[in-house]
């Protein structure tokens, strides 16, 4: 192999069907000037996605088709058509020519015939209209009346040939094959002499029907090897082709609410934008009411949300949730909300998947709630259903949509979550809402299971449902045992009736001491009055006194002046004046010997 | 288109009627050569001069044997007398034709 240089491989020239999902699935839809193989059993669907194709091919290329039927006249497709809404009696008048190729019963036999007649007629037809698809339905029906393997093979090659001299874009024949087992001998051959094979089929599982799609032969190109399903809406087929292999979601740091405040801090914050949150419990335990809760403050944030219920109607969810104070209506009114509710046992899971597929690129949701997806194990097999769960959060992980899933479990224990669906291992945040029953009532529960990538708190909280909406409440664990309901509401009783006590005794305490202290500011009041009294009171006693000596010594020296004195006796009554001023001027103002008379005197 | 016309004794005995028929074949497709030949064989048997034949080749008006409800070539179509017929294949089956155009044969 090192010698040999390595072909640069061409990608093989396609051509789109525009039928959603095939194109991917097949890498970009049917082999361009190629022919393609449509095979499977009555029913299965072959004729639609032939139509669509050509439908398709008008309405967005504006490529014009001529579509042969061997096997139901132009007025049965039609009419059978008319569910979808392509707009195909319009599309009959000018872009699509319908060739009515079925023989009525009343045609007798005899002999061989051909094709080469009808080949020339299309021929002219296509250069009339300018015909770049070209669609042979029901090829088996014809070949069956030819009766004969020799001439059956070269039916086929002369329509092989035609197709080469008559270059369209791509060109479709439909077969009745069922399985592998052939009534027509040629096909084998016919497998052989296209490029493409498709094959349809409509089986019974669990009495749903379900469709599916293979490609099992594409010359020159890779393409999803699998079965897929096949879903039916008014757009027409629908593929439900494979995710990529590869997780390619983008983890956001977002925190969106979950509904309600307290809810969010036991969630530390909230949910994850793009997060997908399950929500389990016994029917009755509020899962709907949580989810409505969700949708709610989706809402109210101004975000697209879808809700998704099964089995239940969504008016009847829209008056339940009501009477707990979540209002969707009027989020439906102004459009934010898409409200779809669907059976589960008409359509098969897949179905279902499409159907939401098709929703979600309708409505083009940020936030949605299933509820309950549990619901969907009842249409088909358990094994289809737990994969389209799975399908169902990756898908909305996918589209970056923050999804809610509710899930019925039988028990009351988480952990034997008998969803079967087996989602609890994909779902980001699990919540689960369980009864508690103690002293004769019936309690709901909330407990956060888990929650990747935040902290949540571990604690179990009463759900409490009001008009005003959904509550959580502290449970009391007393003596090992969680309290709620009535229990709690005396508990929680008890505890206020001790915090009033408290808060009495304590107001009681602190009057006295306000009381002790205003006594005692009092008491220092007066004292402080006492002493300003008496200061007064001594000094007014100092001044007086002062006053009577310095009359004394007065009365003295004019006693002296008159008695004419000597001036010895002058001189020493001088000083004893002088010295008594200065004691008076420290205070105390005595003269020295009225002091020494009061110093003798004291006691 | 090749045309052929045998209209005599169209005023004829009652026991026969004039046959109109229409056979669309593609050109000489093997096929449509054997079914003009067995056609011709059968007329000349069993109606004497008593039909009328028109031959169309849809290769030459594709778009008249499309109104026509034209599907596989070679197709012998019976317009009157009443009730309409039609055929399909070269017509070898001889006996089944005839009951088609309601001949005794």
Known sequence: MNGTKKAVPRPLPKIATGILGFDELSHGGLPRNRISLLKGGPGSGKTVFALQSLVNAVRQRNEPGIFVAFEESTRQLIANAASFDWGLPTLARNKIYFMDAKLSPEVVQSGEFDLSGMLGMLKAKKEEIGARWIVFDGIDVLLTLLQNPMSEMREIYRIRDWLADNEVNAAIITAKIDGDSSEIVNYGFLQFMVDCVIRFERRLEYGVALHRIQITKYRGSDFAAGEYPVSFGPAGMEVDAPEPAEIKQVASGERISAGFERLDKMLGGGLFRGSSTLITGVPGTSKTTLAGKFVEAACGRGERTLFVSFDESADRIARNLSSVGIQLKACVKSGLLRMYSARTETIGAEDHLVKLKALIREHRPRCMVIDPISAIAKSGGIAAARAVANRFIYLAKDEKITVMVTAINEGDEPEAEATDLQISTIADTWIHLSYLIRSGERNRALTIIKSRGTWHSNQVRELVLSDAGPMLADVYTAGGEVLMGTLRWEKEGEERAKTIQRRAEFDQKREALEVAEADTRARIKALQQDLERQRVELAMYSSDNEARIVFSSDRKKELGRIRSADPAGRAATGTVTSYAKRRASKGSGNSGRKNKTEARHAP | ?105
Do not use: W
């Not at chain 2, 109109?20 to 497709?29: D, E, F, P, T």
């Not at chain 2, 031959?55 to 070539?73: H, K």
């Open chain 2, 1 to 105: 288109m090749r045309h052929k016309k045998t209209d005599r004794n169209a005023f004829g005995p009652a026991a026969t009627t004039v046959v109109v028929m229409c056979l669309y074949i593609a050109n000489s497709a093997p096929n449509s050569v054997r079914a003009i030949a067995n056609l011709e064989a059968i007329c000349k048997e069993h109606l004497k001069d008593n039909f009328k034949l028109e031959i169309i080749d849809v290769l030459e008006y594709p778009l008249r044997a499309l109104a026509d409800g034209i599907v596989v070539t070679p197709s012998l179509a019976k317009m009157s007398p009443s009730p309409a017929a039609k055929i399909i294949g070269n017509l070898s089956d001889k006996s089944s034709v005839l009951r088609a155009l309601g001949i005794q044969g």
